[in-house]
């Protein structure tokens, strides 16, 4: 019941273009899920979150979707850059209380 | 203010050797977390501390793995018989409170373990 499926494991896209990397988990009483960002030879960071009571948050570029029902959500980065290149972890809180991880989505924003 | 420190940065030691991996989390913070993450994988979790309560000890690999946390601060991740497999980063992470909103996990940068 702890564990979140992520996916796609790998993403390329042209800079530019919009990039989605979507999370599945089957805890019901899971209720904050956030996602990380982790540069190469860098500690993750912590670049989005979102409560079981909202449906969708946005900050510039980025916007993380939350679907109660289906027990998924996803991350979107738009007009991505250079620079949004980097592995991303989705999270979430289960019914233990514990933050744990998706296995991770390495994008690549090809010029 | 300091961020979560982790230390040594890099340790190499011989199979079957004991290491220990130190994190001292933001002042304040009430959870800790300990997490594996080998070349190009993702975040497996090890062990959570919130509090005075019994840790959440699930993700263990072995019973060569052990952590406490002294004082409600500093935590100690001890390896013992190390293997290769074992060789990864250690990441340790803590948050202010899981009831509130200010969950945000903050990172150590991590401890690099090779076991030769």
Do not use: M
């Amino acid at each position: 019941g702890e564990n979140v499926e992520q996916h796609p494991s790998t993403l390329s896209v042209q800079e530019g273009d919009s990039a989605v990397i979507k999370c599945t988990y089957s805890d019901s009483a899971s209720n904050y899920f956030p996602w990380y960002k982790q540069e190469l030879g860098k500690r993750p960071q912590l670049i989005i979150d979102i409560r079981s009571n909202v449906g969708e948050k946005k900050d510039q570029r980025i916007a993380v979707t939350l679907n109660k029902t289906a027990k998924h959500f996803s991350l979107h980065i738009t007009e991505t850059q250079p620079e949004d290149s980097a592995v991303y972890f989705c999270g979430h809180t289960g019914g233990g209380n514990k933050l744990t991880f998706g296995t991770g989505t390495q994008l690549k924003v090809e010029l | 203010g300091a961020g979560v420190s982790q230390s040594p940065s890099n340790k190499v030691t011989e199979k079957g050797k004991d290491v220990e991996l130190r994190c001292d989390p933001i002042s304040g913070h009430t959870a800790l977390y300990w997490y594996r993450q080998s070349l190009g994988q993702g975040l497996e979790f090890l062990i959570y501390f919130q509090g005075n309560s019994a840790p959440d000890k699930s993700g263990l690999p072995s019973d060569r793995f052990s952590a406490e946390r002294t004082g409600g601060s500093v935590s100690t991740l001890t390896i013992q018989r190390t293997q290769q497999e074992d060789s990864a980063v250690y990441l340790c992470a803590s948050s202010l409170t899981y009831r509130s909103k200010d969950t945000e996990a903050f990172f150590g940068q991590g401890t690099r373990l090779t076991v030769v």
